[in-house]
């Protein structure tokens, strides 16, 4: 058979994209854009039959991306997210889009229990102060976890993974998500995002969560726990409850620009803790979805179903030709 060509777009040297994609053999030829930019991207696809999409989401499969690739029949996202991806415009040319579901769950879960208790602890206040030479036991007043409310947003993988280990620190945990769950626990947004102590986001980014939670409709001196993406936070709303004292904290690993620009107004906020979107990077996550992109890959290319699929195509990925010579 011939090999499948695919196109790697993570941000990695064309031997190493070669050395990652081993396993699959001769099965497929592997190439990388010539630049990281879009015009390179674009050159690049007219080829491609599989896509091995960017971590960074500095190159997309956006709708001119796929106009440009009229063999694609596959892309395969190696991250839960998919921003930056136009599902619609893939669906339309029938392209299967996948992501990694629940690689990340674990960690992104233990990077939300481990936020919130830093903030409720004064982890990073103490340290500062005894590093200044201070010693302040008692006006640091830390909150305990054990016993608060918590309201976690989006009840997908993270989202259940969360639940589980707040609940297992003894809190009492609700959650609102937008397809019904059989599990205990679930409320309406308001009640979620209004009754809770600590408020745990954790919902995909789309054009129905843009903006969905407003931190100052929080519980007053509740915290804020961000792990999804920046702008399904109303950012405007987030920087109102901090200047006027609405929010006790905030931990946000997820930023509307990434990196956090110098000079940002979050930065300004002692009580929030800032993390550069590495709540899901560690080294399980990594084996995880290195598995779960190499089975799938390798599925597309023996004709068996692929998993993950998000924009409603058929798991099964058929071939293109478009002449003759390529078959």
Known sequence: MTPW???????????????????????????????????????????????????????????????????????QQPSVGVDGHDLGALAAAGVPLANTPGVSAVAVAEWCLAAALALLRKLAEGDAAVRAGE????????????????????????GA???????????????????????????????????????VVAIALSDETRGLVDPRRMKPGSLLVNAARGPVVDRDGLLAALRE?????????????????????????????????????????TGRLLGAVLANLAAAVEGRPIDGVVNGVSPQVSRKFTDTAAI
Not at 137 to 155: D, I, K, M, N
Not at 162 to 191: K, N, Q
Not at 249 to 276: C, H, K, R
């Open 5 to 75: 060509n695919l196109l790697a777009l993570p941000p990695l040297p064309e031997e190493a994209a070669r050395r990652l994609l081993a396993p699959l053999g001769d099965k497929v030829t592997v190439r990388v854009p010539a630049r990281r930019d879009r015009e390179a991207l674009l050159a690049a696809l007219p080829d491609a039959e599989i896509v091995l999409g960017d971590w960074t989401g500095a190159l997309v499969m956006d709708a001119e991306a796929v106009r440009a690739a009229p063999r694609l029949a596959f892309v």
């Open 135 to 158: 010693w302040p036991q008692q006006r640091l007043r830390p909150r305990e976890l054990h016993g608060s409310r918590v309201g976690v947003v989006g009840y997908g993988p993270i």
């Open 161 to 199: 993974a969360c639940a589980g280990m707040f609940r297992a620190m003894g809190c009492e945990v609700s959650y609102w998500t937008r397809t019904p769950r059989e599990d205990p626990g679930f409320a309406g947004l308001e009640t979620v995002v209004g009754d809770s102590d600590v408020v």
């Open 245 to 285: 004292g609405h929010l006790s904290g905030a931990a946000l690993d997820v930023f509307d620009v990434e990196p956090l620009p110098t000079g940002d107004p979050l930065m300004e906020f002692p009580q929030v803790l800032l993390s550069p979107h590495v709540a899901g990077v560690t080294s399980g996550v």
